[in-house]
């Protein structure tokens, strides 16, 4: 199980946009901010060279297919190989493993996003994030987000599901590990940011959260 960190550096060129399948360069190019596409081609590409280098084939040469839940996946039943993919501000977090797995990262937003999206979390969750000193909040807010996210990811659902539907907070017997059948644990990550990671109970969780090295990340 591999997680990966990556930040891009440089705009895309077309060389680099020519390895994205027509869906991929779609979507990047729909992106009106300059750093919002550098960042979603990155991770892309990125993905692309980890999900090859797995697989013995060329980046241009991994197909993606869309599974049951929508979600872009790898051909087959079960597929070879699983991974999921999260960006926000900047940063993108990616995780390959021959489990389902899901991956969230978040830069810690606003005490007004925090008020109005918590209103979204199940209740015991709510509690306890009012409960929290103010000073606090949005780091705690972020930590339930990407917990719950990063599990939604991994059962195949995403944000489909109701985010009240499922209680992945502090307290009670399933948690901090998350609900039954599944481990959602911490990432290590940047300042500023929160990171989760979840899999099938059981299953070895990664240790340490790596920098896709440059001969990965970019020809």
Sequence with gaps: MDLWLVRPDQL????????LDETERRRAMSFRRPADRALYVSAHLALRRLLAAHLGSTP???LLVRDRGGRPALPGDPPPLHFSLS???????LGVAPVPIG?????????STVDLCSLRFHPAEQ???AAQPQSAKARYFTWLWTRKEAYLKGIGVGLRRSLAADYLG??????????AGWTVADV????HYVASVAVPAGASLPVTLRRLPRSVDHD
Excluded: F, K, T
């Design 170 to 179: 502090a307290g009670g017997p399933a948690a901090p590990a998350g609900p």
């Design 60 to 62: 241009q040469e991994v």
């Design 12 to 19: 895309p060129d077309r060389d680099e946009l020519a390895a």
């Design 87 to 93: 960006h926000s501000a900047g940063l993108a977090l």
């Design 103 to 111: 991956v969230d990262v978040q830069r810690i937003p606003p005490p």
């Design 127 to 129: 509690a306890e994030l």
């Design 188 to 191: 290590p990550c940047e300042d």
